[in-house]
């Protein structure tokens, strides 16, 4: 006897009231042509977008029982949402997608083929996305941008969309950290993984809400969350400075015992006063950013607010 799983998918909805019917019957089209699994729920996490998405939501959930529903008190973000799906979720093995239908729910199928070879995560690599010029560039900024800050190597073309068996979701819930950046945290697990190619499919409905700047800060943000490398990168300015103002000495100390050349030179000074200085503050700066985490860590503050469910 072949016993049966359940399959919860999740996707965190911000300002696309238009995409919720299409991503539902999509999402439902797509489980009903796999047979391994018994039951299944969706779960819809509205991150207080404000424009009537939690009120279709609830239409959903009142005309279908598998649709759960899941209202945050406020905006926490997209990974905060995720997290929130996480951990109400039921499923023996969870899917997490964007509800853009950037990702195809077709793929649901495959990634599931994928992990049944006995992989415990499946990610989707998007093959040639559909992205605008801007947005792909924004991207690669934020890839290298991350690259160079944190160490890792991660594949650019892998976003939020993959299945995940019960075990990771349950390790994952373990770490409550306010700082969320799902896939990089999942990577950090080092359970088995893989990958397929599917295409990447052109926004349904709106507009990414991910801006340079945006994407900047979340790379900066994930470095200091996990990786001491922006500390090191001071201390090098700082070990830098400190040899090249000793170099610098001892040239003039040769001018004037050889040349007699007499060491002169204001402005040289107060640029030299001023450099050190901003490089000082800076490093101090770096420093606060890392004391800033760990404040906000030790105020064990949830890492979302649950305003409203339903079908729980």
């Given at each position: 006897?072949?016993?049966?799983?359940?399959?919860?998918?999740?996707?965190?909805?911000?300002?696309?009231?238009?995409?919720?019917?299409?991503?539902?019957?999509?999402?439902?089209?797509?489980?009903?042509?796999?047979?391994?699994?018994?039951?299944?729920?969706?779960?819809?996490?509205?991150?207080?977008?404000?424009?009537?998405?939690?009120?279709?939501?609830?239409?959903?959930?009142?005309?279908?029982?598998?649709?759960?529903?899941?209202?945050?008190?406020?905006?926490?973000?997209?990974?905060?949402?995720?997290?929130?799906?996480?951990?109400?979720?039921?499923?023996?093995?969870?899917?997490?997608?964007?509800?853009?239908?950037?990702?195809?729910?077709?793929?649901?199928?495959?990634?599931?083929?994928?992990?049944?070879?006995?992989?415990d995560v499946v990610n989707v690599r998007?093959?040639?996305?559909?992205?605008?010029?801007?947005?792909?560039?924004?991207?690669?900024?934020?890839?290298?941008?991350?690259?160079?800050?944190?160490?890792?190597?991660?594949?650019?073309?892998?976003?939020?969309?993959?299945?995940?068996?019960?075990?990771?979701?349950?390790?994952?819930?373990?770490?409550?950290?306010?700082?969320?950046?799902?896939?990089?945290?999942?990577?950090?697990?080092?359970?088995?993984?893989?990958?397929?190619?599917?295409?990447?499919?052109?926004?349904?409905d709106g507009k990414s809400s991910y801006?340079?700047?945006?994407?900047?800060?979340?790379?900066?943000?994930?470095?200091?969350?996990?990786?001491?490398?922006?500390?090191?990168?001071?201390?090098?300015?700082?070990?830098?400075?400190?040899?090249?103002?000793?170099?610098?000495?001892?040239?003039?100390?040769?001018?004037?015992?050889?040349?007699?050349?007499?060491?002169?030179?204001?402005?040289?000074?107060?640029?030299?006063?001023?450099?050190?200085?901003?490089?000082?503050?800076?490093?101090?700066?770096?420093?606060?950013?890392?004391?800033?985490?760990?404040?906000?860590?030790?105020?064990?503050?949830?890492?979302?607010?649950?305003?409203?469910?339903?079908?729980?």
């Amino acid at each position: 006897m072949v016993l049966k799983m359940k399959l919860s998918i999740i996707s965190p909805i911000y300002h696309s009231i238009n995409s919720i019917i299409p991503l539902y019957e999509q999402i439902t089209g797509s489980i009903k042509s796999i047979s391994d699994f018994s039951d299944y729920e969706i779960i819809m996490v509205e991150d207080c977008g404000g424009d009537g998405s939690w009120e279709l939501i609830n239409k959903l959930a009142v005309n279908d029982v598998h649709v759960k529903g899941i209202k945050l008190s406020r905006n926490f973000g997209q990974h905060h949402a995720i997290t929130a799906g996480m951990d109400l979720c039921t499923g023996d093995w969870v899917v997490v997608m964007d509800c853009d239908l950037q990702d195809d729910p077709s793929a649901i199928a495959k990634l599931w083929e994928k992990a049944k070879e006995g992989y415990d995560v499946v990610n989707v690599r998007r093959k040639e996305r559909k992205d605008s010029f801007i947005k792909k560039t924004r991207s690669r900024l934020y890839h290298v941008f991350f690259r160079w800050l944190t160490g890792f190597s991660y594949d650019p073309q892998i976003a939020n969309f993959h299945i995940m068996s019960r075990k990771v979701v349950d390790t994952y819930k373990t770490m409550r950290e306010s700082f969320r950046g799902i896939n990089i945290q999942i990577h950090w697990l080092g359970f088995s993984t893989s990958s397929i190619d599917f295409p990447h499919m052109p926004r349904y409905d709106g507009k990414s809400s991910y801006t340079l700047g945006k994407l900047l800060a979340l790379a900066l943000d994930v470095a200091v969350s996990y990786s001491n490398k922006p500390l090191h990168i001071s201390i090098m300015i700082g070990l830098i400075i400190s040899f090249s103002s000793m170099g610098i000495a001892l040239w003039f100390f040769i001018r004037q015992l050889i040349w007699k050349i007499p060491i002169t030179g204001w402005t040289s000074l107060i640029v030299s006063i001023w450099f050190l200085g901003g490089c000082i503050i800076a490093n101090l700066g770096v420093i606060g950013i890392y004391i800033g985490k760990i404040y906000n860590e030790t105020k064990h503050r949830p890492i979302y607010v649950i305003d409203k469910k339903v079908n729980y």
